[in-house]
T-cell receptor, first 128, second 107 residues
């Protein structure tokens, strides 16, 4: 079955750019009605959706982070990436990558998204 | 953004108990509602999508209901492995947003 594995630096200095990669195994990143997403969770807190990327490169970002986020996909390596610029201590969190499946009800033009496969997460700390 | 509010924030229950968690959206989200289970140090796991559809492999003691603004997750008979934090999430509009979580603890 499809598995996801995040990788990142672990520690980033304030004002720098955090770069994360998620490797997809057990299936093609280009197959099916799937989007590829990033979600984060500060220690002891709730979940925040960062954004999603499709295999075509099309992206959708959380407006609260949009000015600092860039997502991309590398179909040849079966992986996708997140770049978060100008980081501060508030960006310290566990970052998860996830597959978002989509169920389409074409007759009524409804698109149901849900995150059905998750990576284990990578802890990223912003500190000088 | 659509705000999701869960209640209670935490609860204590015994093995075998029936447990219901509520989730309320700040506006109607029809049935665009998903539920996740998260254990300490682990990633969330999808339990239910479209408010009431059980994800493959999830035990049938989990069930979801509701539409519009009010939703529930019910565990019919709590098992030892069910002690975790549960999150609802709306997918009606972007950005998807999560509730603050409900922690289910052993009584």
């Amino acid at each position: 079955q499809v598995q996801l594995q995040e990788s990142g630096p672990g520690l980033v200095k304030p004002s720098q750019t955090l770069s994360l990669t998620c490797i997809v195994s057990g299936g093609s990143i280009s197959s099916g009605s799937y989007y590829w997403s990033w979600i984060r969770q500060p220690a002891g807190k709730g979940l925040e959706w960062i954004g999603r990327v499709y295999s075509s490169g099309s992206t959708t970002y959380n407006p609260s982070l949009k000015s600092r986020v860039t997502m991309s996909v590398d179909t040849s390596r079966n992986q996708f990436s997140l770049r978060l610029s100008s980081v501060t201590a508030a960006d310290t969190a566990v970052y998860y990558c996830a597959r978002e499946s989509v169920v389409v009800v074409a007759s009524i033009r409804l698109y149901y998204y849900y995150m059905d496969v998750w990576g284990r997460g990578t802890t990223e700390t912003v500190s000088s | 953004d659509i705000q999701m509010t869960q209640s209670p924030s935490s609860l204590s229950a015994s093995v075998g108990a029936r447990v219901t968690i509520s989730c309320r959206a700040s506006q109607s989200i029809r049935n665009f509602l998903n539920w996740y289970q998260q254990k300490p140090g682990k990633a969330p796991k999808l339990l239910i999508y479209t408010a009431s559809t059980l994800q493959s492999g999830v035990p049938s003691r989990f069930s979801g209901g509701g539409s519009g603004t009010d939703f529930t997750l019910t565990i019919s008979s709590l098992q030892a492995g069910d002690f975790a934090t549960y999150y609802c999430q709306q997918s009606y509009s972007t950005p998807p947003t999560f509730g603050q979580g409900t922690k289910v603890e052993i009584k």
